[in-house]
C-alpha cells in the first residue's frame, strides 16, 4: 500500500518507519525543513531503541522517504496518517490547529479516494471536525478514521511491531477493509484489533493514558504514605501486584509522571469533562499530586541539607522522563533542578542521551558532564532521577572516593536497602525507610 505519514517526530517516524518494514511504500511529510534534511541524509532525528536498523533497510530499499511536500505525497498515497503535535492549549485542551491546518490542505489536495486516519491524540468529536475541515474544499470521496497510538517511547518499535490490541474508529466499511489489510502484519500472533465508532476511539486513548497516570499517582500517594509510617512500598508493590485483577506493570512509584503523553492527556480529559459540565474529581486529584510529587525528591535534598546548598554540588544521573529516550517533555528532571538550583546548589548532571536537550534549556547553568562519575566529583549528594540500566550497579567504593559526602537520594528505588546500609551511605528512595548509620545501626524513618 502507498501511505503518506504527515508529522515525522516521535510517533510519525516510527509508524511509517514500521509500515515500511511490512513492505508499504511510505512518504514521511514534516514541515520542519532540517528534519527532513536530516532524515533524507539517513540521520535519525530521535533516538529510539532498534529504530536505526528498520530504517536503514526501509530507506536503502527505497520504501521509507521523506519530503516536506504534502501535496506530493497525498498525490501519492491512499492512506494519510496525521501524526501531528497537540499540545496543550492555554486552558488544557488539546490544540487542534495543527491536525485542523493540515486537513484543510487535505481538501483541496486529494485527486482520489482517500482514507484519512488520525493517529494524534484529540478529543472525542474530532474525527468529525476533520472530516468537515477536508470537507470544506474536497472534490473526491475519502473516509476519515480514528485510530490512536499506544506506542511508548524508549520500546516504541516493539510496541508498534507488535501491539497488545489495535484501536480503529470508523462507520466506514471501505475504510475498515483498507485498515485491517494494512494491519494484519501486527497482529499475527492473534492480538486483537478492535473496530468502534469513532468517538469510542478517540476516548479509549484518553481513557488509557488518564488510568495509567492515575494508577502510577495512586502508587506515588502509597510511597510517601509508606515512608511516614514505616512500611516498604516496593514489598507493598509486590503484594498488591501479585493480585491478577491488580497486575504488576505500572506500579512503580518514582518521582511523578511525565512525557509528552500523560500531562497533556490528563488535563486535555479534564477539560473534555469541564466543558461538558462534568467534574471528573479524580483527575484533578491526580494532576495535583503528581505537580507535587516532582518536587518530592529535591524538597527532602534540601531539608537534609537545613534548607540551604549554598556551596555545595549536588549530581543529577537521569534526565530523561524515562530510561531509553533523549525527551525532556516534562521530565521530572527539569522541576528538580530548578528546585535546587534556587536552593543555591551548583548542579552537576549525566544522562545518556537527554543532555542535548537539557542543555537546550539550562545552558551553562547545569554543569553537564560526559561520563556518569565524573558528575560525582566532590558533591554532597547523588540524585537519581531516571532508572537508565548504566545506573543499576554502580562501583559504590569508587563513588565513595569522589563523593565530598556519602549521601544518595534515589527517586527510582534503583538500590537495595541491605546494600546501601552495608556500604554505609546516608540513602533515602521513595516509600522507603531510609538508610542512615550514624543515627542507628538498624532501619529508621527519615
Ligand atoms: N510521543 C509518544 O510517545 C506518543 C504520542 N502520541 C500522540 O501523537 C501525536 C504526535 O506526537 P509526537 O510524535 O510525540 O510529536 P512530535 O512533536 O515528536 O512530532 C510532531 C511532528 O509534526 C511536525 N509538524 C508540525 N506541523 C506540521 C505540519 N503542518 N506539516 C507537517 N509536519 C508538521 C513537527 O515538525 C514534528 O516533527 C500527539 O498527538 C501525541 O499525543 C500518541 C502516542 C504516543
Ligand atoms: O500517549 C502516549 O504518548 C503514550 O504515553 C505513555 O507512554 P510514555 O509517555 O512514552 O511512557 P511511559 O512508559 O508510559 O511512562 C510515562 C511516565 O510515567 C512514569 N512511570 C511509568 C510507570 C511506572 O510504573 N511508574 C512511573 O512513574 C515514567 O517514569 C514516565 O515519566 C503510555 O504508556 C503509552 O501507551 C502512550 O502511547
Not at 511536500?69 to 496525521?82: R, T
Amino acid at each position: 500500500m502507498n501511505i503518506a505519514v504527515v508529522g515525522t517526530g516521535y510517533v510519525g517516524l516510527v509508524s511509517g518507519t514500521c509500515f515500511a518494514e511490512t513492505g508499504n511504500h511510505v512518504i514521511c511529510v514534516d514541515n520542519n525543513e532540517s528534519k527532513v534534511e536530516s532524515l533524507q541524509n539517513g540521520q535519525l532525528t530521535i533516538y529510539e531503541p532498534g529504530l536505526e536498523l528498520l530504517f536503514g533497510r526501509n530507506t536503502k530499499e527505497g520504501r521509507l522517504t521523506f519530503t516536506t511536500d504534502l501535496e506530493y505525497a497525498i498525490k501519492k498515497s491512499e492512506i494519510i496518517f496525521l501524526a501531528l503535535p497537540t499540545p496543550p492549549g492555554e486552558d488544557g485542551s488539546a490544540d487542534l490547529s495543527y491536525v485542523l491546518g493540515v486537513a484543510e490542505q487535505l481538501g483541496e489536495m486529494m485527486d482520489d479516494y482517500k482514507v484519512i486516519v488520525d493517529k494524534s491524540t484529540v478529543p472525542v468529536g474530532t474525527a468529525e471536525k476533520v472530516t468537515a475541515a477536508i470537507a470544506k474544499k474536497a472534490k473526491v470521496d475519502f473516509d476519515v478514521v480514528s485510530n490512536p497510538e499506544f506506542l511508548r517511547e524508549g520500546v516504541a518499535v516493539d510496541d508498534f511491531l507488535k501491539p497488545d490490541r489495535v484501536v480503529i474508529g470508523t462507520s466506514s466499511e471501505r475504510a475498515q477493509k483498507v485498515m485491517h489489510r494494512l494491519y494484519e502484519p501486527f497482529v499475527r500472533q492473534g492480538n486483537p484489533i478492535y473496530f468502534m465508532d469513532e468517538r469510542s476511539a478517540e476516548m479509549t486513548k484518553y481513557a488509557a493514558n488518564s488510568y495509567l497516570a492515575t494508577r502510577i499517582t495512586f502508587m506515588n500517594e502509597i510511597a510517601n504514605l509508606c515512608e511516614i509510617v514505616g512500611a516498604n512500598v516496593d514489598m507493598v508493590r509486590i503484594g498488591m501486584g501479585s493480585d491478577s485483577r491488580i497486575g504488576k506493570r505500572f506500579l512503580f512509584p518514582g518521582v511523578g509522571y511525565g512525557g509528552s503523553c500523560f500531562p497533556k492527556d490528563v488535563q486535555a480529559l479534564a477539560k473534555t469533562a469541564k466543558d461538558n459540565d462534568y467534574d471528573f474529581n479524580i483527575l484533578n486529584s491526580v494532576m495535583n499530586v503528581n505537580n507535587r510529587q516532582k518536587h518530592v525528591l529535591s524538597e527532602k535534598i534540601i531539608k537534609h541539607f537545613g534548607g540551604d546548598l549554598t556551596g555545595r554540588t549536588i549530581a543529577l544521573w537521569g534526565l530523561a522522563f524515562k530510561p531509553n529516550t533523549d525527551d525532556i517533555r516534562e521530565a521530572p528532571a527539569i522541576y528538580i533542578i530548578e528546585d535546587l538550583l534556587a536552593a543555591g546548589a551548583t548542579v552537576t548532571a549525566y544522562d545518556p542521551e537527554a543532555m542535548e536537550n537539557m542543555r537546550a534549556l539550562f545552558g551553562d547553568k547545569v554543569n553537564f558532564v560526559e561520563h556518569r562519575y565524573d558528575a560525582l566529583k566532590d558533591a554532597s549528594c547523588l540524585a537519581i532521577v531516571t532508572e537508565w540500566s548504566i545506573f543499576r550497579t554502580p562501583d559504590f567504593s569508587y563513588i565513595a572516593e569522589l563523593m565530598k559526602e556519602k549521601v544518595i537520594f534515589d527517586g527510582r528505588n534503583l538500590y537495595s536497602l541491605e546494600d546501601m546500609e552495608e556500604i554505609g551511605f546516608y540513602y533515602n528512595s521513595i516509600g522507603r525507610n531510609s538508610i542512615d548509620k550514624k543515627k542507628s545501626k538498624s532501619k529508621t524513618l527519615s
